[in-house]
């Protein structure tokens, strides 16, 4: 991707080094909780990029229709400024701090730390958009969704991290 094609409506567009950042970031935790590297998959990064691209326009930080049909996982992150991948990474795993590994289940406090960790998800893509006001709105896609709420689901795949 070059760096004139991103500026088309005057949304600045997720680069390549910016998906990977994600991804290693995401990988490097995953590998601490016993679950197997994630892959990036173009069909994702389209979409998440898409959805990225809504969100900054909207400025409005709301799942989209089909994360909330449950066709992948989602997270989503805002910031005033331009988010680095590795920020909002970690933003999104320091929700390990209010998961109870002894009663494991969905809560709203940790859904972005247990979508990344999520040892059934193989794939993922990522989108950035920033919006005129200088704002930026990443999306996260996974496939399969985890955060799946069925019994012993989280137990299988939110493992306790690694000593």
């Given at each position: ?53 809504a ?10 229709p ?77 496939f ?20």
């Amino acid at each position: 991707m070059g760096k004139s094609d991103g500026l088309r409506f005057g949304i600045v567009t997720a680069s390549k080094q910016f998906n990977n950042e994600v991804l290693r970031a995401h990988n490097e935790y995953r590998r601490q909780h016993g679950a197997p590297p994630l892959k990036l998959c173009k069909k994702l990064n389209r979409e998440a990029q898409q959805y990225s691209e809504a969100l900054a326009s909207t400025r409005i930080l709301k799942h989209s229709p089909e994360s909330s049909r449950g066709q992948c996982g989602e997270n989503l992150a805002w910031a005033s400024y331009d988010q680095p991948g590795q920020e909002v990474a970690d933003r999104w795993y320091n929700e390990i701090k209010n998961y109870n590994f002894q009663q494991p289940g969905f809560t709203s406090g940790t859904g972005h730390f247990t979508a990344m960790v999520w040892k059934n998800t193989k794939k993922m893509g990522v989108g950035k958009s920033s919006a005129s006001d200088g704002s930026s709105f990443v999306v996260a896609r996974y496939f399969p969704a985890g955060n799946v709420v069925n019994q012993g689901f989280f137990e299988e795949n939110v493992l306790p991290p690694k000593k």
